[in-house]
């Protein structure tokens, strides 16, 4: 008997991580699945380690790689709606010959089998929705996923708007009204990106690092974390937060303001049935993870009755979402 499978395959800056999808809907993979990334040495090898990578897969979770019918990919971006890496490079493709290249044909044409591309955001979106609504539906929901930058994605009838560009979704980059956020006086926060405060220059790993760090230890200069140099102490943050010190939680709680605000001019755009968390930021224990989403909906202003019964959700099995939710993208090359 043969079986239909589709794989996800998420391409990270270290490491590729691989999941399978039965005609079931049923993931074959529960955890993380992973093997070396090798993306710095460019297209030949990162594709030949990715298509390596997925034989140990499918031979870890005892799937015929003759029953594979199909493959989803993610990457980060900054790629076209159907995988074509910016011409200008990444911090994630920074070989030359990953300049305008077509990563997701390139791959297809490694594997010998049809492969659908989402970026890492949109993919993360993907598999929140999916976890929340299932795939057949008429749902809405947008994901904004913390971590060293603030991706994410929107979600609508079970497909991610990719856009025109394939920037659909770049929801870092969302300019919102900072100023509302308390305790924040005199701060700049500048995104990588050049804009003045944008969701990512205030909440992800960067903006701690570049911003509220720097910004919150000038208050504070004896705190444990300015010892350190601001890259390592940047990390420390979330763990020192966690045991409820001052200052790291006042960042997080800034972070989830942040949020907050933005997450109330998605609700006025797109009047969602969800809004959804994923990242280093929720992935903690529950009893913070409960507290960051408490203060993100403190961080919204005052809402209609029906706006305020709005659900916020934390993406299930994070560190798989990307994986999991190219092979959700993926089942649409073989119905
Ligand atoms: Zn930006």
Known sequence: MTARIVAGIDLGGTAVNYTFLDERGQFLIDGLCEHPARSVEGPDICLAQIADGLALAAAHANVRMADVVAIGLDTPGPASATGVLSRRGSTNFVHPQWAGYDIRAGLERKIGLPVSYLNDGNAAALWGHVSIFGSENAATSVSAIIGTGLGGGVITAGKAIVGRNGFGGELGHVLIPYGLIRGID??????????????????????????????????????????????????????????????????????????????????????????????????????????????????????????????????????????????????????
């Open 186 to 335: 005199g701060l700049v926060p500048t995104c990588n990106c050049g804009r003045i405060g944008d969701l990512e220059s205030l909440c992800s790993l960067t903006a701690i690092r570049q911003s509220l760090l720097p910004y919150f230890l000038r208050r504070e200069p004896g705190h444990e974390l300015a010892k350190h140099d601001v890259g390592q102490a940047a990390k420390l943050v979330r763990g020192l937060a966690e045991q409820s010190d001052p200052l790291c939680r006042e960042i997080f709680r800034v972070q989830a303001h942040a949020l907050g605000l933005f997450f109330d001019e998605m609700i006025n755009v797109f009047d969602p049935d969800a809004l959804i968390v994923g990242g280093g930021a929720v992935e903690t224990g529950a009893e913070f993870r409960r507290w960051f989403i408490d203060e993100i909906r403190a961080g919204m202003p005052l809402q209609r009755e029906e706006q305020a019964s709005i659900q916020l959700h934390v993406i299930p099995n994070g560190d798989t979402a990307g994986a999991r939710g190219a092979a959700l993208d993926a089942v649409k090359l073989v119905r």
